[in-house]
């Protein structure tokens, strides 16, 4: 049996009384599973939910609970030395926005599959500059660069001005699209991402190969954003998470995103429910509506979903 299903946009719906945490430390874990292990314990008694990567450089993570319990898992989690310095982003949640808990121990961080040419982000990594003094770059109109490190579909909905968007489908392509933009290697350059996890490795990467001044936003696109929501990011942010796009302007924001079907101004990302096809795109709740909140990027892909049995209502 085929499955397909609705999407349910009231369950993207801010909730305040939930918070999303979003951090990262690159520092050596000798015993990953003991890590594993330690946050597995301590999210189900908190009952959080998100995503955790750890490997021997470091944690990834992304988790959602109530205000309450994330702050008792960051005065814990930063109760380890290892951790203590960690660098935090917090954004309201809305009570749903991770199916479940997963944790996982992976080679890496992020993926970039280096190979040979791996290196150690504590060791080859660009230098920072923090949301205050990029806001001030911008004011003062100072000549830089901005290479924006995220993939294609995040760009779509916001990003800042003067930015350089590689056509990047994943992260790890970063080392086949560096030719995109080799004609940037003697200008000041600033790599940006959602959290700052991605450029620690991209700048590092860059300078790798030979960029002469290259800058890593530091707290990544969503410090920058929380410090100035009427900065120079136009649009809002996307993420990896059930909120799918999120902003610091209570939606104040200019649309960059245009529907598929329509071409009206839309933020709202949805994956075709055609399984062969399953594309992420954007689509306005009116298109969406027409099809029963079942979402078909085409004509096509509509009629192999009404062969399909469709699966209970999930967002
Ligand atoms: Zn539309
Ligand atoms: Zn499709």
């Given at each position: 049996m085929v499955?397909?299903?609705?999407v349910k946009p009231e369950n993207r719906q801010i909730n305040k009384r939930y918070r999303i945490l979003l951090f990262y430390k690159y520092v050596t874990i000798?015993?990953?599973?003991?890590?594993?292990?330690?946050?597995?314990?301590?999210?189900?008694?908190?009952?959080?939910?998100?995503?955790?990567?750890?490997?021997?450089?470091?944690?990834n993570a992304t988790i959602e609970g109530s205000r309450k319990s994330v702050e008792e898992y960051w005065t814990q989690f930063t109760a380890d030395p290892r951790f203590a310095d960690t660098h935090l982003k917090m954004s309201f949640g809305t009570g749903n926005a991770f199916p479940r808990l997963s944790i996982k121990i992976r080679p890496e961080l992020v993926s970039l599959k280096l190979g040979e040419e791996d290196f150690d982000p504590n060791e080859l990594t660009g230098k920072r500059v923090t949301p205050d003094g990029l806001h001030e770059w911008f004011e003062k109109q100072n000549d830089f660069v901005i290479i924006d490190m995220r993939n294609d579909y995040e760009h779509t909905i916001g990003h800042f001005d003067k930015s350089v968007m590689p056509s990047m489908k994943a992260f790890r392509e970063?080392?086949?699209?560096?030719?995109?933009?080799?004609?940037?290697?003697?200008?000041k350059i600033v790599t940006v991402c959602t959290g700052g996890v991605r450029c620690e490795k991209a700048s590092g990467y860059l300078v790798k190969k030979g960029f002469k001044d290259v800058y890593q936003l530091d707290g990544g696109i969503v410090s920058y954003?929380?410090?100035?929501?009427?900065g120079h990011w136009k649009g809002s942010l996307y993420t990896f998470d059930g909120r799918v796009a999120m902003d610091f302007d209570n939606g104040k924001h200019e649309i960059?995103?245009?529907?598929?079907?329509?071409?009206?101004p839309t933020e709202m990302y949805v994956d075709c429910a055609d399984p062969t096809?399953?594309?992420?795109?954007?689509?306005?709740?009116?298109?969406?509506?027409?099809?029963?909140?079942?979402?078909c990027c085409s004509p096509?892909?509509?009629?192999?979903?009404?062969?399909?049995?469709?699966q209970s209502i999930s967002s």
């Amino acid at each position: 049996m085929v499955l397909y299903m609705k999407v349910k946009p009231e369950n993207r719906q801010i909730n305040k009384r939930y918070r999303i945490l979003l951090f990262y430390k690159y520092v050596t874990i000798e015993n990953t599973q003991q890590v594993a292990d330690w946050q597995r314990g301590l999210c189900t008694r908190l009952k959080l939910t998100g995503r955790i990567i750890i490997a021997k450089e470091g944690i990834n993570a992304t988790i959602e609970g109530s205000r309450k319990s994330v702050e008792e898992y960051w005065t814990q989690f930063t109760a380890d030395p290892r951790f203590a310095d960690t660098h935090l982003k917090m954004s309201f949640g809305t009570g749903n926005a991770f199916p479940r808990l997963s944790i996982k121990i992976r080679p890496e961080l992020v993926s970039l599959k280096l190979g040979e040419e791996d290196f150690d982000p504590n060791e080859l990594t660009g230098k920072r500059v923090t949301p205050d003094g990029l806001h001030e770059w911008f004011e003062k109109q100072n000549d830089f660069v901005i290479i924006d490190m995220r993939n294609d579909y995040e760009h779509t909905i916001g990003h800042f001005d003067k930015s350089v968007m590689p056509s990047m489908k994943a992260f790890r392509e970063l080392p086949h699209l560096v030719k995109e933009f080799e004609n940037l290697k003697d200008k000041k350059i600033v790599t940006v991402c959602t959290g700052g996890v991605r450029c620690e490795k991209a700048s590092g990467y860059l300078v790798k190969k030979g960029f002469k001044d290259v800058y890593q936003l530091d707290g990544g696109i969503v410090s920058y954003m929380e410090k100035y929501p009427k900065g120079h990011w136009k649009g809002s942010l996307y993420t990896f998470d059930g909120r799918v796009a999120m902003d610091f302007d209570n939606g104040k924001h200019e649309i960059m995103g245009r529907c598929k079907h329509c071409a009206e101004p839309t933020e709202m990302y949805v994956d075709c429910a055609d399984p062969t096809c399953h594309i992420h795109y954007l689509s306005c709740e009116s298109c969406l509506k027409k099809t029963d909140y079942v979402p078909c990027c085409s004509p096509e892909c509509e009629k192999v979903i009404l062969q399909m049995t469709p699966q209970s209502i999930s967002s």
